[in-house]
Each structure stands twice: as structure tokens, then as C-alpha cells.
């Protein structure tokens, strides 16, 4: 039987504010700061693939970067989501996994966020996560989806998400917040910072109650993911740390 693994961690990790002692070390080259960073945390949440595709020499370097149990979620290109809006993609969504198979064991999930223009379409939401399977070498990747419009939050869609083993995304915006998972085999948690500005510190409390809830989703034997994008001002990286230290704790 295999143990569940709890993978913590940020989104992004290279961000100028972060460095002079704030996280990264004073002097510390930005070309090292993936290893420094993959030295205190299990994963990262790599938001640059949503904005553009990276080379496959990048990705290679990320993944030389770090050490084989560490593991990096990817944000699906917008080409996909936000402009082809899953429709008419084959071609950007095969070249985006061509270059994402570059990290071999250290691929973690695929993050899918749907825009919050699009409206629910359990037919195009099943349609895509088919072509995402067919794809081959795409479904060694979790995938997990990420909705910004409540309409979608409904039995259907979470039906289709079982059937493709695919994850909903279990996200704190304000106007489309996410509590509980569907039945997949794994959990994916991203917290956008309080008030969803991705600025903010969560408080201790807030931290802790997730670290309960962590818990619960290992004890069934289910990988957890959790990712902290209030990168302003660097809360992220604490609230991480802390949110590391807690589920250490033994249970009050």
C-alpha cells in the first residue's frame, strides 16, 4: 500500500521581492533560486506557462534544479483556456505538452483554470478532458480544474470530473469559492490570499484549520497539494512554512 504524500508550496517562485533576505538569501544569483527554494519546500505551482510556453531548456533546467521527490504543478497555457477557450486546441495543447514532458518524474498536477467569462458546458468540460487523455503521454499528469464562474459548481460537472479522475481545484476567490473536493484520488489547494488580492497574511487560525483538513484528506489516503499565491509582499512563503509545521504537529 502506498502512503499518501503531502506536497506544500508556492506559486512561482521568481519574484524580485522575495530575494535581499525576504526569502532568498542576500547575493543569491536569480539562477539559483529554484534550488534554494526546492531546498525548503516539496513542490511549486509554476504560473509562467499560463502567460506563455517555455522552452523545452528551461523546463529541463527546472527540473535539473531539483531533487527527484519534489514536484511541479503547471498552469495550462491561456492559449487553451482563455482564447481558444478549450475549443479548436489540439495543436497549442500538444505543444505545450511536449514541452511540460520534459520534467519526467517531477511532473506533479495539471492545472486547468477556466475563465470566468466561460460559462458551464459540462459537454465541452467532458469533450476536453477526453482530448486531454487521448493526448498519450498527458495523462501521466493529475489534472485538476479550476473554476472562476459558481454556475459551474454543480453535481454534473463534478460528475465528469470523477469520470476523467480529474480534481476540482478547491480555490478561496470571493466570488467563487471552493471548499470541499470531488472524488478524485487527490486534493488541489490554492490560496489566493485573503480577500482573493493575492496579498495578505492568512492568520494562524486559518492556516491551522487547513492543516486539520489536510490531515483528514491524507488519513483517506488521498495525495494533497497545496499551493499559496498571496505573493505580495511574501506571505506566501510564510504562510507555506506555517501551514508545514502545523500538519508536522500531532492533532490537538
Excluded at 483538513?213 to 505580495?232: A, E, F, S, T
Amino acid at each position: 500500500m502506498t502512503h499518501p504524500t503531502l506536497y506544500i508550496g508556492t506559486s512561482g517562485w521568481s519574484y524580485p521581492h522575495w530575494a535581499k533576505g525576504r526569502f532568498y538569501p542576500k547575493g543569491l544569483k536569480q539562477g539559483d533560486w529554484l534550488r534554494f527554494y526546492a531546498e525548503h519546500f516539496s513542490s511549486v505551482e509554476v504560473n509562467m506557462t499560463f502567460y506563455r510556453l517555455p522552452t523545452a531548456a528551461m523546463v529541463t533546467r527546472w527540473r535539473s534544479a531539483t531533487t527527484g521527490d519534489f514536484r511541479f504543478a503547471v498552469k495550462l497555457w491561456r492559449r487553451i483556456t482563455h482564447e481558444k477557450r478549450l475549443v479548436d486546441c489540439a495543436a497549442p495543447l500538444a505543444a505545450f505538452l511536449d514541452v511540460a514532458a520534459e520534467l519526467g518524474p517531477r511532473a506533479g498536477p495539471l492545472l486547468v483554470q477556466l475563465p470566468p467569462s466561460l460559462r458551464k458546458d459540462t459537454r465541452l468540460l467532458d469533450r476536453f478532458l477526453s482530448e486531454l487523455r487521448q493526448a498519450g503521454q498527458a495523462w501521466a499528469w493529475r489534472v485538476a480544474v479550476e473554476f472562476r464562474d459558481p454556475d459551474w459548481l454543480t453535481e454534473p460537472v463534478y460528475e465528469v470530473l470523477d469520470r476523467h479522475g480529474a480534481a476540482l481545484c478547491l480555490a478561496d476567490m470571493p466570488k467563487c469559492p471552493i471548499t470541499e473536493p470531488n472524488n478524485a484520488d487527490f486534493v488541489y489547494v490554492r490560496r489566493h490570499g485573503p480577500g482573493g488580492g493575492y496579498r495578505g497574511r492568512y492568520t494562524t487560525e486559518h492556516v491551522r484549520q487547513d492543516a486539520e483538513r489536510i490531515r483528514q484528506w491524507l488519513g483517506q489516503n488521498r495525495d494533497v497539494y497545496c499551493y499559496y499565491n498571496n505573493d505580495i509582499d511574501g506571505h506566501a512563503v510564510d504562510n507555506a512554512r506555517q501551514l508545514k509545521e502545523m500538519v508536522a504537529e500531532p492533532p490537538s
